[in-house]
């Protein structure tokens, strides 16, 4: 529709602790209490979902790269200051990437996953994109 579109990928750091630590209902607890942090911290036109293992997706309608990337901080520092049951804190890792033309799907989806790991090695608990 010639309109703005972006994907925010984000992964929980460490998740594989918290599963190995407190168990894996603690961290089935912690995936809701993301998933619930995302769906409120959204717009009601964004679709928030879990893209597999502790891996999160929202894709963001009418939105460019620097409007994910706003959205992606807000939701990274909200997540780590959450407090959640029986775990304590956590932080999440996010990447960022917009539509571009003659983008295929996989295009942007490659481009937010390739951000998400720059976010990873640069240290965790941060957004990469562009």
């Known amino acids: 529709y ?3 579109l972006a994907i925010v990928l984000l992964d929980i750091d460490y ?16 995936l809701i ?11 009601e036109t964004d679709v928030v ?3 597999g293992g502790e891996e999160f997706m929202i894709v963001l309608p009418h939105t460019d790269l620097a409007g994910a990337g706003r959205l992606a901080e807000k939701m990274r520092t909200t997540i780590a200051a959450h407090e959640f049951s029986g775990i304590g804190q956590q932080t999440a890792s996010f990447g960022v990437a917009a539509y571009r033309i003659d983008d295929q799907p996989n295009d942007l989806v490659a481009r937010a996953d390739a951000a998400l790991y720059e976010a990873k090695h640069a240290g965790r608990n941060r957004v990469a994109g562009g």
Do not use: C, E, M
């Open 33 to 43: 209490d993301i998933a619930r942090l995302l769906s409120d911290g959204s717009r």
């Open 15 to 30: 998740f594989k602790r918290i599963n190995d630590t407190y168990g894996h209902q603690a961290g089935d607890r912690a």
């Open 2 to 4: 010639d309109q703005a």
């Open 49 to 51: 979902g879990r893209w």
